[in-house]
């Protein structure tokens, strides 16, 4: 955990008492609109650039789903390994929707140590695709 040091500190014009837990939800870095356009929109174009790299210098090093520095996750590159496998195979053989049984305000993030849905869940329902034989 990390915390003020001693005495506390000033950030950012603010006081920060000692011993106060400080830290910065990547899920906060990553909505701010002044590095991501349009943070609350689905919008995979914005990591899309001419030369191929995608996304602003900034972008780059605010965007941490699994953190940095010596306490990031360990397990990152399985974890991306799976997630590219999982998701071409869904997407291959189904086609997905939010859940009618699932409101709005289900879906609104409350921060944890990971997010979660205020609702706890996401429900999902998967149509299988309709294979066209060659």
């Known amino acids: 955990m990390r915390t003020a040091p001693p005495g506390g500190r000033m950030m950012e014009g603010y006081f920060v008492p000692e011993k106060t837990v400080v830290s910065v939800p990547s899920w906060t870095s990553h909505r701010n609109p002044t590095y991501f356009p349009n943070p609350e929109s689905f919008s995979p174009n ?3 650039t001419p030369d191929g790299l995608g996304g602003t210098e900034r972008m780059k090093q605010l965007y941490m789903p699994f953190t940095k520095g010596p306490r990031t ?4 590159a ?5 997630l590219r496998v999982m998701l071409a195979t869904l997407v ?3 086609n997905v ?12 993030i409350t921060d944890h140590f990971l997010l979660i849905p205020k609702g706890e ?14």
Not at 78 to 82: C, G
Not at 98 to 107: A, V
């Open 46 to 48: 914005r990591w899309i």
């Open 73 to 76: 996750c360990i397990g990152q």
């Open 78 to 82: 399985m974890a991306l390994l799976e």
């Open 92 to 94: 291959f053989r189904y």
């Open 97 to 108: 929707r939010l859940s009618k049984d699932i409101r709005e305000h289900d879906m609104e």
């Open 121 to 134: 869940k996401c429900l999902l329902d998967f149509f299988p695709v309709s294979k066209i034989e060659v």
